[in-house]
DNA sequence: CGCATAGTTGAGTGCTATCAAATTACGTGG
DNA sequence: CCACGTAATTTGATAGCACTCAACTATGCG
């Protein structure tokens, strides 16, 4: 049923962005839009980036980068789904987030990566030099601002994260992540009831703070209550939004 | 005992870093140093936001800004603690993060503030306004370029905080605490074996996600271990730091 | 000295992890 | 296309850790 000969599973396709929907997930026109939009950036900034970047694609599962790996990169994710990765000498696993298209990696100033950075599903990204961006960021003040603010934001999410890992339920937990995905999607024009999670029930437990048990009684819950469908594992539809942000809020 | 005669405790007094130690907190050599310290400021810098800067001065448990206030300032702390505090309707409360000398408060581009801050013990800040910080990052591009610097690091304590949350058992997430701690107060030159906590259990226990009677209970394995001593209620002694690290790695 | 607040310690419960088994999805080769 | 084997997910039973409730101790302040 793919819209694709390769055995590109139909989850990563689906989530190349705007005029690109069933092209070629490495096309031109999604690089550019993509650039443009996560960025905010001006014709000339997309034009002076365009000029640097390389693309690149991972299969599902591949390491991109390692922990403790030197930063001489940056990415921004096209198509597909990564995740951060950090691993206890015990197994205890954690991650830490999801890049999805619109994302970006290595903009830290560190001078290596903190996590180990793995392919979801299949994955597009561009790459620059990071000392292309270092150039570029010099030439364009305005760019720096820009991911500045980005940075913040991401601050942010970093501390509403903590705050769920911190004092919610798994029910809550839940209910706060499939949100976030959604508004996620959202800003890409992307449907907001019907979802697709690009990760498996480890990666969403991981990610949580969770076993995989929990979680799936968890999701099994919120089908009883009406609140999601789950059409296969996954593709979720958010029924009940208010109740959802209800939730997530802990006014569960 | 106190070195002031004001009823100022002597926890928050010994906080003023550097050559102020001993001298009111508010003093102008401690602000300076303060500023160049904390941003890594050339003297043009700290010249120009010494001009527009403003100090203030609050009492323990005051509120500075309340979730929901426009951000229209911006604050460096020179002395003193405070927290930054989200509720969750239920009374469920998290303590998103510390501010200790050093530290920045409102340099989010968000309009807004996410969290409550409250002084913890008697405060010192610097109070400029949003414009004007502004308008010393547009002339001190470099500022910007210091500023997103800053901003990456805290995002990689915030999670470095989350995995903590989401993976670290109590006595793993006191050690992690108590080493954060302490390493924030060896850049300002503070000695690393004693410390003094600025904040109460109460406060400790939502920040790591854990009731007080869970901290106190750490609080005291660590010191049956021999890891710490508790000269008083605030004052701690890290005796075995090799054994806090390992235990903040999960390799407990 | 007595009250109020903060911290510690103890007993019991509940939630989530753990262990185990059944079920479902999925890739592979017939 | 179907049968098979493997991996992922769901469901069930049990156990342990951290929370809750409660009592006690220490500290500070009028």
């Not at 903009?107 to 990566?113: G, M, N, P, R």
């Given at each position: 049923m793919s819209r694709f000969s390769s055995p590109m599973p139909q989850r990563a396709a689906s989530d190349c962005p705007g005029p690109a929907r069933g092209a070629p997930v490495d096309c031109t026109t999604c690089r550019i839009r993509h650039l443009s939009v996560c960025a905010a950036l001006g014709d000339e900034e997309v034009s002076a980036l365009e000029a640097v970047v390389s693309s690149l694609h991972l299969q599902p599962n591949s390491t991109l980068v390692r922990e403790g790996d030197p930063r001489r990169q940056v990415y921004s994710v096209t198509a597909g789904a990564l995740r951060l990765v950090r691993l206890l000498p015990d197994g205890r696993r954690q991650v830490a987030g999801f890049l999805l298209p619109g994302d970006f990696l290595g903009?830290?100033?560190?001078?290596?990566?903190r996590h180990d950075v793995e392919a979801v599903t299949e994955t597009m990204l561009c790459r620059f030099r990071a000392e292309d961006m270092q150039a570029l960021r010099e030439r364009f003040p305005d760019l720096e601002r820009k991911l500045l603010s980005r940075a913040m934001t991401e601050l942010d999410a970093a501390r509403e994260t903590a705050l769920g890992l911190a004092r919610l339920n798994p029910i809550e937990r839940l209910a706060a992540f499939l949100l976030d995905l959604s508004e996620k999607r959202a800003r890409w024009g992307r449907t907001e009831q019907l979802m697709v999670l690009p990760m498996g029930r480890a990666d969403i437990a991981d990610h949580l703070g969770l076993t995989v048990e929990t979680v799936s009684r968890s999701f099994t819950r919120l089908r009883h209550d009406g609140v999601i469908a789950l059409h296969d594992i996954h593709g979720v539809e958010l029924l009940d939004r208010k109740r959802l942000v209800d939730l997530a809020a802990g006014r569960g």
């Open positions: 903009l830290s100033t560190a001078e290596t990566h």
